[in-house]
């Protein structure tokens, strides 16, 4: 049975902050990514937060608090920070999270159940989240926790030169791995313009490296922020989203396989904030029809490995996943009309 909790934040903040203009700008001093701690008499972890912007002044976000066993981390809750403005006091309610004993959940990555019943009472500043945590198994003034905001963590895998053997598609300036160059180029990356953009050459087994940063659109909701797509054998959507700030994620956020899987649910959210640059690193396993083994896919997502070994349902085999071309390229990169740029491009041939 499907257990309903609430979880209430309630936010003070003090100083005021226009939305930034430029299409990547990345100076609002409330959005970013926190992490700190909490503690309670029974337990103490780590605490992580991501706080974006809506526009007008506008910002949500959630916050996450974990535990730590034999060095792996795992989340044990998750608050989400409903749209607050700075000076006005909020409240925020829990979204539909994940089990508690997910790993007994794994062949339904999709489903989200909630955490025990808690109450989050803070107060957001410019770079500080702090305040305390109470319920029906802690005393009030029990537990507490603290934020900063840090420096966006970069990716282990940014800038990554491309091994012996591989293809580059795309260096910062030479498009003549594309069937039809028609994007620009811009400071060395290639920006989504007109219709779509295809490889020429055929590839089955594959690991593809690419690094892409979306526009800062902070008034545009949900596929309307920031959308692209990175299609594997120009029809499986590895998608591409602002992202930042959401959690639990869909199938069809930054990171998930479109129609097929979300991202693990046992990760924070592994999104960075729009105008940050983010990497994908992603294995494509070609399916044998004869054998009746279908095709595989890996994501990892900014050093995280948010989608393991998926295999593409045998109906998606047959008709892709939406948006993309029937005997295309090894890739395709999507126009779905935000300016989402890409760059240092390169495939390698796997067995």
């Not at 795992?74 to 790993?103: M, R």
């Not at 934020?147 to 963590?153: D, E, G, I, S, Y």
């Amino acid at each position: 049975m499907k257990v309903v909790t609430s979880l209430f934040l309630s936010l003070f903040v003090t100083t005021t902050l226009s939305a930034a203009d430029a299409r990547f700008a990345t100076d609002d001093p409330f959005v970013g990514v926190y992490q700190g701690t909490y503690q309670t008499r029974f337990a103490k972890g780590p605490a992580e937060a991501q706080v974006r912007s809506l526009g007008n002044g506008s910002y949500d976000g959630f916050i996450a608090l974990k535990s730590v066993k034999d060095g792996v981390e795992k989340i044990t809750s998750v608050s989400v920070i409903t749209e607050f403005q700075p000076g006005a006091e909020q409240k925020i309610g829990i979204a539909a999270i994940h089990p508690n004993n997910l790993d007994k959940n794994r062949d339904k990555p999709n489903e989200k159940l909630t955490f025990p019943p808690m109450n989050l009472t803070g107060e957001i500043t410019p770079g500080k989240i702090a305040g305390t945590i109470s319920g029906p198994w802690i005393r009030e003034g029990d537990a507490t926790f603290s934020m900063a905001r840090v420096k966006t963590p970069q990716s282990a895998t940014l800038g990554a030169e491309p091994p012996k053997g591989a293809v580059v598609i795309f260096d910062g300036k030479d498009r003549n791995q594309w069937k039809e160059a028609k994007w620009k180029v811009n400071a060395g990356a290639l920006e989504v313009g007109d219709g779509n953009v295809t490889t020429k050459q055929a590839m089955t087994n594959f690991l593809l490296h690419l690094e892409f940063r979306t526009p800062v659109m902070v008034e545009a909701r949900g596929q309307a922020r920031g959308n692209s797509g990175v299609y594997l054998r120009s029809v499986f959507e590895v998608q591409v989203l602002d992202s930042f700030g959401l959690f639990p994620l869909a199938d069809n956020d930054c990171g998930g396989i479109y129609k097929v899987t979300s991202p693990d649910l046992n990760m924070v959210n592994a999104c960075l904030p729009p105008g940050e640059w983010q990497t994908y690193d992603i294995t494509y396993r070609e399916g044998d029809e004869k054998a009746l083994r279908l095709p595989e896919i890996t994501v990892v997502h900014n050093g995280k490995t948010v989608v393991d070994r998926v295999k593409i349902p045998g109906e998606l085999v047959v008709n892709g996943t939406g948006g993309g071309e029937v005997d295309g390229g090894y890739l395709l990169l999507q126009n779905h009309g935000n300016p989402v740029q890409y760059r240092n491009i390169w495939v390698q041939p796997i067995e």
